[in-house]
């Protein structure tokens, strides 16, 4: 197995520690095999009961924390039935962990002692928390909006937190060069962790006793959770596990929307655009170095994305919170995406929910309590 360039082809060995090609471009892995439905049987419900879909070698011991397994809910909204997967229930709080786990398991193997990483929050919480249960130190460069609670994780995991002026993209800067002495364990960058986030379809496919829904809505900031769904999906397919795999509708926040102006124009890659500050920080990407895969995923799953505005993100927002869920307002943008869809789209979706409310109380109490 080894890493392959999405966009010129180089290949090269999963022992060196890089997160991207020498041309620039990002990554991919391509496993050899697959789990057979035997093997499920046998296992226990975190995301490893799947690992030979992660293309990892197969000496690396996995650094596993409980991730895994979240509940689907089946709900009505607006007289509409949808489900809920419920992907806020990590141990640390993100669906990221499902990536984390399977990229920090890699980096131990490979004997790295200290990591790097940029995020505006969930990532890097993700990572302190895999990286501090694997022994391995870890910085993190968090641009100034960081949400309190969300750093307040990554310190109480040892994590050395480096807070960087200006935009997202300046700790994404910052890391880089970091990168050049640690191994920069990235959400954006390394395949790794989209492998790991696969797991989501895997459970889908089983929660749902072998088939699928025939949409599924997802926020996307650099848009690797769609990614990794999408190869899940593909992967059940080429298994002849599923028939068909679900149109992929992914939401993205007017203020900071580059996927889904490239999609509406029909590009192949995002372009640069100038974005504002949205109340889903967590979304707010401007450069997803992913996003052709991303691009090509929306298009091949036969789906599409939608923008939704901080008004529409704030008022699904407490939709949920009448349903007793509490996820933070980039998680809600899901939900206001869903919303803007024909109702026959919106028919029996499902709605990944991405992060919990609990890391956002101040911003939560600013938006719904202040006024
Ligand atoms: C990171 C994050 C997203 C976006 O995921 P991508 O894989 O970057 O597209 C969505 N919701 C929450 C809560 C996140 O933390
Ligand atoms: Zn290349």
Same mark, same amino acid.
């Given at each position: 197995m080894a890493y392959t360039c999405?966009?010129?082809?180089?290949?090269?060995?999963?022992?060196?520690?890089?997160?991207?090609?020498?041309?620039?471009?990002?990554?991919?892995?391509?496993p050899h095999g697959f789990f057979s439905k035997r093997q499920l049987s046998r296992r226990d419900l975190s995301i490893w009961r799947y690992r030979e879909a992660f293309g990892l070698p197969e000496r690396v011991e996995p650094v596993s924390i409980g991730e895994g397994r979240t509940p689907i809910l089946r709900r009505k909204v607006e007289d509409t039935p949808l489900l809920f997967k419920l992907d806020f229930l990590q141990p640390s709080g993100s669906f990221k962990d499902?990536? /984390?786990?399977?990229?920090?398991?890699? /980096?131990?193997?490979l004997e790295v002692s200290k990591v790097v990483e940029d995020s505006s929050g969930n990532a890097g919480a993700s990572i302190s928390a895999y990286a501090v249960a694997a022994g391995i130190r870890c910085t993190v460069y968090v641009p100034a909006y960081?949400?309190?609670?969300?750093?307040?994780?990554?310190?109480?995991?040892?994590?050395?937190?480096?807070?960087?002026?200006?935009k997202r993209q300046d700790a994404n800067r910052a890391v880089i060069e970091a990168a050049q002495e640690a191994y920069y364990a990235s959400h954006l960058w390394n395949p790794f962790f989209t492998m790991g986030l696969q797991s989501a379809a895997f459970e889908i496919w089983e929660q749902f006793g072998g088939k699928l829904p025939p949409r599924v809505v997802v926020p996307i900031g650099g848009g690797g959770f769609l990614e990794g769904l999408y190869l899940g999906f593909v992967a059940l397919k080429r298994a002849g596990y599923v028939r068909e795999i679900p149109k992929l509708i992914g939401v993205q926040a007017e203020k900071c929307p580059p996927i889904h102006r490239a999609f509406q124009e029909g590009l192949p890659d995002y372009r640069e655009m100038e974005v504002e500050t949205t109340v889903a920080e967590g979304i /707010?990407?401007?450069?997803?170095?992913?996003g052709k895969a991303v691009l090509q995923a929306l298009r091949d799953s036969g789906g599409h994305t939608i923008g939704v505005h901080d008004e529409e993100i704030i008022s699904a927002e407490k939709i949920l919170f009448s349903l007793g869920l509490f996820v933070e307002p980039t998680s809600a943008s899901a939900l206001a995406g869903w919303r803007k869809l024909p109702r026959e789209e919106r028919e029996g979706a499902l709605v990944m929910l991405t992060g919990n409310g609990l890391k956002e109380t101040k911003k939560l109490s600013d938006l719904f309590l202040s006024a």
């Open positions: 999405f966009t010129c082809g180089n290949k090269y060995s999963l022992s060196e520690k890089l997160f991207r090609c020498s041309c620039g471009s990002f990554l991919q892995v391509e499902r990536g /984390a786990s399977v990229l920090i398991s890699l /980096a131990k193997s960081t949400p309190e609670g969300k750093l307040i994780q990554m310190k109480l995991f040892g994590s050395e937190v480096v807070k960087v002026p200006g /707010a990407v401007q450069k997803p170095p992913r």
